[in-house]
């Protein structure tokens, strides 16, 4: 054990002659520790909320999207479908026919996308998942759908509610006069299951199946929108995609779920940033009760100081004894605030102390670069106090 580390334990844990410096020592010390504490439950609520939003993703969006560069449709020829399944790292994929459409129930209108797919949709993404009623579509029946719950509130809509179908219409393609009596391609569906989601999600789709869209906009054989894959490996996605722009060409884009969805990714790695930025900013104002703490400390110290000097300790060494002294304040404080942080965390897994709703706890997910970032910045912080406290020491200071 080094000689400043001793004497730098021995301030620290040993109650001075002074009750002032033992209270600010004591209101330096509970600043680390609620600092550290807040910076930490903060960190895994968003991780839990990034979390969470990224699983209601997972319902709306494959992860990876293939769609046409010119024009909203194109043939899915045998070429795309050979490089699709020679590719290893796609576990399968859908075709998609997506366009908007008028709905229409009982007077009540409302404009959102029709999206016709496969039957092996459910393995593409987990929509079969955000089901909050009803079930996923009936390949035994043919004008069945899917709608969000968001255009099942603005329309009113029921699930199998038989003498009240669902109506979709789709303008018909041309130029010149329009018959505004006979202006829609029409079909009438009945809704078989409500989906959840975030609020876009929801507002969005009308799912019904592939040849109902197919004969709905009287598309030919192979004439898709969209095709959408799930991967092997979801981290994969950027890799795929890059070789799948690759050999496709020019003529297709291929997105990952993060491009298809690139503003929501930006707002919450932003609110994370944000978030910790400030919490920051309020742990290095806690820091300054460190280094008053530190300098008090100094100052009852003197006489000791002096004594040490003169038996031949550097200024260096009585430097370095403030500096370890401070940054052991911050680091037992940082270690209690930790361990309170991970036991509330745990918490609010286990039991949802906090409530978003009756059914939902607030998402919170325990990640140990939560606990590394949050031991960077005290341990570093708490360095940079230590050194500004230190920095009164100079011979002339001892020697007064």
Excluded: C, H
């Amino acid at each position: 054990m080094s000689f400043s580390y001793y004497i730098a334990k021995r301030y620290l844990f040993t109650k001075t002659s002074n009750n002032a410096i033992n209270i600010i020592t004591i209101i330096a010390s509970f600043g680390v520790i609620v600092g550290s504490l807040a910076l930490f439950i903060i960190l895994s609520g968003f991780s839990g909320l990034r979390t969470f939003s990224y699983s209601l993703l997972d319902a709306s969006d494959p992860d990876i999207k293939i769609t046409s560069v010119k024009g909203k449709s194109y043939f899915f020829t045998q070429d795309l479908e050979q490089i699709l399944q020679n590719n290893l790292a796609i576990k399968a994929y859908s075709k998609i026919i997506e366009e908007r459409v008028f709905l229409e129930q009982n007077d009540k209108n409302e404009i959102a996308y029709i999206k016709g797919v496969e039957s092996n949709y459910p393995a593409i993404t987990q929509i079969d998942s955000s089901l909050s009623s009803g079930g996923w579509l009936n390949t035994n029946y043919f004008n069945t759908a899917v709608v969000g719950r968001a255009i099942a509130t603005k329309l009113s809509l029921g699930v199998r509610s038989y003498t009240e179908p669902l109506n979709i219409m789709v303008p018909k393609p041309g130029t010149g006069f329009i018959n505004p009596t006979n202006a829609f391609y029409e079909t009438s569906v009945q809704v078989v299951g409500l989906y959840t989601g975030t609020q876009d999600f929801e507002s969005k789709y009308v799912f019904v199946d592939f040849n109902l869209a197919q004969e709905l906009l009287r598309f030919k054989d192979n004439q898709i929108t969209a095709i959408e894959l799930k991967l092997m490996n979801g981290k994969d996605a950027d890799i795929v995609a890059d070789n799948l722009q690759t050999t496709f060409g020019k003529e297709y884009k291929v997105q990952t779920k993060e491009q298809l969805n690139e503003v929501f990714y930006k707002v919450i790695n932003t609110e994370n940033f944000v978030s910790y930025l400030i919490f920051t900013l309020i742990i290095i104002i806690a820091l300054f009760n460190v280094i008053g703490a530190i300098i008090m400390m100094i100052i009852d110290k003197r006489a000791n100081l002096k004594t040490l000097f003169s038996l031949g300790t550097s200024v260096k060494e009585i430097k370095k004894i403030f500096v370890l002294q401070g940054f052991l304040l911050t680091f037992f404080g940082m270690l209690i605030g930790l361990i309170l942080g991970v036991i509330l965390v745990f918490l609010q897994i286990e039991f949802g102390l906090f409530m978003i709703t009756e059914s939902l706890p607030y998402p919170v997910e325990f990640q140990f670069s939560n606990l590394l970032i949050v031991i960077f910045t005290i341990t570093i912080l708490g360095y940079i106090a230590s050194k500004i406290a230190s920095s009164r020491i100079n011979k002339e200071f001892i020697e007064k």
